[in-house]
């Protein structure tokens, strides 16, 4: 499970020009809009990142008018998002731990997660089923969750001075082919589905005839890519028709997910198109900052694009991230 909720220290607290209530305040690489003086530097909080959802508590019913959800997908909570509060970018919530007594036996950087109930919210990504599930992901099937950079900001200096490269983050619903001793399946982010042509889940393998290419290629191998178009999310690339768009390649004999340049000509052998790349390079050397303004930007449709994602060009999953676009997350409702 996602580490959701964690303890963190709060690195420094920053003012709102022309806000006596409000301040800013600091926490890995991380803003959150906090009230005045609630905080200290260096004073730890129970940090819940964006994408939390929490169960229906009193102490979070001061959320109830701006984050409450109630829907089949999710059931009922109250939902974390990024969001602007007096101007300020702030993502996240934060709370003091002292409001939390079942955790005074955790330390800083603790995930606690579990122990509040914390889920992960999940936006509905079809308009339409995508199959009959048959069962769980199978084991060893490998989901796909890249981690935020503001979570794991000691990915810059594990990636500086490498050689990398960014794909642009496709909108769509994340879908796994595998061929594994003969046999093909396909999977939802965390369901195995049924064999059936009109399954959104199986649109790669009947569209690119991938029955018959898998076998010819004859090895054990994992395909993950986003499937993207009309009833998918909110189909911002505005596609006539369903894509199938590969960005991890994984060799199921070895374990090893195949370097970019092996992956690129396995998805060329099997006709299949990669993520879109928007820059490789031989050393990577990018600040938060420059990777927040790179994560900006528009699809070719003219919308606000998710993000990109960022990649050690010789081990992709080694060192691997994505930096959202706030733009588009500013304007989520759902």
């Not at 396995?266 to 790349?277: A, D, E, S, Y």
């Not at 390079?281 to 994560?295: I, M, P, Q, R, V």
Request: aromatic share 10%.
């Amino acid at each position: 499970m996602r580490s959701l909720v964690s303890i963190r220290r709060v690195k420094a607290i920053t003012p709102i020009a022309d806000s006596d209530f409000l301040e800013v305040a600091h926490i890995m690489g991380w803003q959150c809009v906090v009230k005045k003086g609630t905080f200290k530097p260096e004073e730890l909080g129970v940090y819940f990142e964006v994408d939390s959802f929490l169960p229906e508590e009193e102490r979070y019913e001061f959320l109830r008018a701006s984050s409450f959800r109630d829907n089949v997908d999710n059931g009922k909570g109250f939902r974390i998002r990024t969001m602007k509060l007096r101007g300020q970018l702030s993502q996240g919530l934060l709370l003091p731990l002292d409001q939390f007594p079942e955790l005074a036996a955790f330390n800083e950087g603790d995930d606690v997660t579990e122990q509040l109930g914390v889920q992960k919210w999940y936006i509905p990504e079809t308009a339409a089923s995508g199959g009959t599930i048959i069962g769980e992901r199978p084991n060893g099937i490998p989901a796909s969750d890249e981690i935020r950079i503001q979570s794991a900001m000691e990915l810059l200096d594990e990636l500086h001075g490498k050689p990398y490269y960014i794909t642009t983050k496709m909108d769509g619903t994340s879908c796994i082919v595998y061929f594994i001793d003969g046999k093909i399946g396909c999977c939802s982010r965390n369901k195995e589905i049924k064999d059936e042509e009109d399954a959104l889940y199986w649109m790669p393998v009947y569209k690119y005839g991938l029955k018959e290419k898998l076998a010819r290629y004859g090895k054990n191998i994992v395909l993950t890519g986003e499937i993207c178009g009309p009833g998918i999310q909110k189909n911002r690339l505005r596609l006539a028709d369903t894509q199938w768009f590969v960005f991890d390649v994984k060799d199921w004999d070895s374990g090893r997910y195949v370097p970019y340049d092996e992956a690129i000509e396995i998805c060329t052998n099997l006709g299949l198109q990669p993520v879109p790349r928007e820059e490789r390079g031989d050393s990577f050397n990018y600040t938060l900052e420059e990777l927040l303004e790179k994560a900006r930007g528009k699809y070719s449709s003219g919308l606000d694009k998710e993000g990109i994602v960022v990649r050690y060009l010789a081990a992709p999953k080694a060192i691997s991230f994505k930096a959202l676009n706030n733009d588009a997350l500013l304007k989520e409702k759902d």
